[in-house]
């Protein structure tokens, strides 16, 4: 039985300490922080874990310099100091990062008075990262002959951090990292509606989305962790509560490099907010917006991606416009910004100031929990928050301060890439991949990673690119298919993988290796799922490409 199947059965059977709804980037954290330190959770998603804003961010893991501008010290203090313990726990997977900013003559700002803030935002985070630097026109010009300096008066150069892979693969681990110890996790199963029982308990009504099955979950403490949809889960379940949100739509278009440097290319758009060009994979991802919606789910909407298009043609200097032709993929969300309830005016108006700030509200009484706001850059705050409200809430975590969080010990680093070097492995690097094979590894899998090299040392075949055109070994889907609870094609190639964000579909779709891929993922289901994500059934020759037989799966089965 696959790892999903059985744990829909657990979900069903079994009383937990916690039921965390919502497996966004503060859903995944709850789960990680609560299991390791020994509490018996269960969190369910009802699409994929990151499937909807932990998706679409800019992938930054950052202090927030921009929000100096409106004076809050604090925030930026907490986001910068929560990008460092970040940086120091998770060095493969968040790196430091210089922003490469240029500024217009006609900025609201000279660029002395920004080169100070750069300063002052660099001391406010502990002075962590490489210092600021000052830019003339000639310098940007020199270093980055992409950015147009006609119309600047130069800028500045400072350092803040982002994730090397993307923002959705980063959730995923933390998912990962409850399911090994203990928690029983599963996608697809959406929250109906959840009452408290006559013992004290909640009773949550949940509905296995492929199936239609219904299932009940039982737990002694419930946290709302639904991101945009916390407002509507309240309201479904009779909970109050002083906050509310409130949404800003973003959004960002991917493309073809513009730079070959891995520098965040940043620039204040006409509306006079930072607007940036950020590395992804072999790509640049460009963005984002900010305009109030108040429609769930996002949809890009022509002036978006108009507005996008117009400010990056402004500002750079290309053999030829960028235009729709150009764009790759599309990433659209809305950021939960939490206000009081009581807000009026201009708080709940006036949404570009508002604060990026989490609050957690707990209804003690009920022993629910419900997550307001946040950032990924604020994820292991809300993890321990989550954590000391539990244990007040009276359930007991045997290993209280038991580390939840971080890549393995240096040892376990060092062993691998001793194995890897033995193997030769990185010589197996494909040609479309920007770093050794051996370096991507490690970032994705962690102690896993071991696994695979054991895989590869058994069949070679399993470090052979899969996927033309992208840099996923086969090995990488075995390894998906047992231990990634990968339920439709998009949750490998939009969040486990970058795949749909680096291709066109078009071009995903024709990848020789791609129906191997599906059978791999699918077994007998491939075709299905095939059509369920292209929107068509795969052609002969595509299936006829894929005579190989995929390897028979140990599957794993939750504890
Ligand atoms: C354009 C944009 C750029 C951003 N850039 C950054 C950045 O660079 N750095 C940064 O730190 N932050 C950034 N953010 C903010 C960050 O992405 C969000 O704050 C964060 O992802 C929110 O996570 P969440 O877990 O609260 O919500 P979500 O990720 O939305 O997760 C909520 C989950 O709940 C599930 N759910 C809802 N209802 C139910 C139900 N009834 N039953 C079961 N499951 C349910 C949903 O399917 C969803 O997966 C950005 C946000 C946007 C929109």
């Known amino acids: 039985m696959k790892l999903r199947e059985s744990s829909l059965d657990k979900l069903d059977q079994r009383v937990f300490d916690v039921l965390v709804i919502g497996g966004g980037i503060n859903g995944a954290v709850s789960a990680a922080a609560l299991s390791a330190q020994g509490a018996k959770v269960a969190l369910i998603d009802k699409a994929d874990f990151a499937g909807f804003t932990s998706q679409e961010s800019s992938n930054l893991v950052w202090g927030g310099i921009k929000y100096l501008e409106t004076f809050e010290f604090r925030l ?145 403490a419930l946290i709302n962790a639904c991101g945009p949809y916390v407002d509507a889960n309240n309201a479904k379940n009779a909970i109050q509560t002083q906050h509310k949100h409130v949404f800003s739509r973003g959004i960002h278009l991917l493309v073809d490099r513009l730079t070959p440097s891995r520098r965040v290319l940043t620039f204040f758009a006409d509306d006079g907010r930072l607007f940036f060009v950020i590395p992804l994979g072999p790509k640049s991802c460009i963005g984002t917006t900010d305009t109030r919606d108040e429609q ?166 399993m470090a052979e690119v899969l996927i033309h055109g992208t840099e996923y070994i086969r090995g990488e889907l075995y390894h998906a298919a047992r231990r990634e609870m990968i339920t439709k094609l998009d949750d490998f190639l939009r969040r486990r993988s970058k795949i749909a964000l680096i291709a066109r579909t078009e071009a995903i779709r024709e990848a020789p290796g791609l129906f191997e891929a599906c059978r791999i993922l699918f077994g007998e289901q491939a075709a299905q799922k095939f059509e369920e994500y292209f929107g068509s059934r795969p052609s002969r020759e595509l299936i006829s490409s894929s005579l190989r037989p995929p390897v028979p799966l140990t599957d794993e089965v939750p504890p």
């Not at 986001?79 to 900025?107: D, G, H, K, Q, W």
């Not at 959730?171 to 090994?180: E, G, K, L, M, T």
């Not at 508002?354 to 997550?371: N, P, W």
């Open 76 to 220: 930026v203090r907490k986001l910068c100091l929560s990008r460092n313990r970040l940086l120091t726990a998770y060095p493969a997977s968040v790196r430091e990062i210089r922003f490469f900013t240029t500024l217009a003559r006609s900025f609201r700002w000279p660029r002395l008075m920004l080169w100070l803030g750069t300063w002052f935002y660099w001391l406010i985070g502990n002075c962590f990262t490489r210092t600021p630097r000052l830019l003339s026109p000639a310098d940007i010009g020199r270093e980055e002959p992409v950015v147009r300096t006609d119309e600047s008066q130069g800028g500045v150069e400072y350092s803040d951090a982002y994730l090397v892979d993307n923002d959705a693969r980063f959730v995923f681990n933390f998912v990962r990292s409850a399911i090994n110890h203990g928690a029983i996790v599963a996608n697809y199963v959406e929250s109906l509606a959840a009452e408290r029982d006559g013992g004290g308990s909640w009773r949550c009504t949940a509905r296995d989305t492929t199936t239609g099955r219904t299932l009940t979950i039982r737990a002694r």
């Open 296 to 461: 769930l789910p996002p949809h890009v909407r022509p002036e978006d991606r108009q507005f996008v298009l117009d400010n990056i043609n402004k500002r750079l200097n290309l053999p030829r416009p960028l235009s729709e032709r150009d764009i790759l993929a599309e990433r659209c969300g809305v950021r939960p910004l939490v206000v009081a309830k009581s807000a009026t005016g201009k708080q709940s108006g006036d949404w570009t100031a508002l604060s990026r700030k989490h609050e957690i509200e707990v209804d003690r009484g009920r022993a629910h929990i419900s997550v307001f706001g946040g950032k990924l850059t604020d994820c292991l705050n809300v993890g321990d928050e989550i954590a000391a409200i539990v244990a007040e809430l009276g359930i007991a975590l045997p290993f209280a301060g038991y580390r939840w969080y971080g890549e393995p010990a240096p040892e376990v680093r060092t062993d691998f890439f001793h194995q890897a070097r033995l193997m030769d492995l990185d010589a197996l690097t494909s040609p479309e991949s920007s770093e050794p094979l051996s370096t991507r590894l490690w970032r994705r899998y962690a102690e896993s990673a071991l696994r695979l090299l054991e895989d590869i040392r058994a069949d070679p075949t």
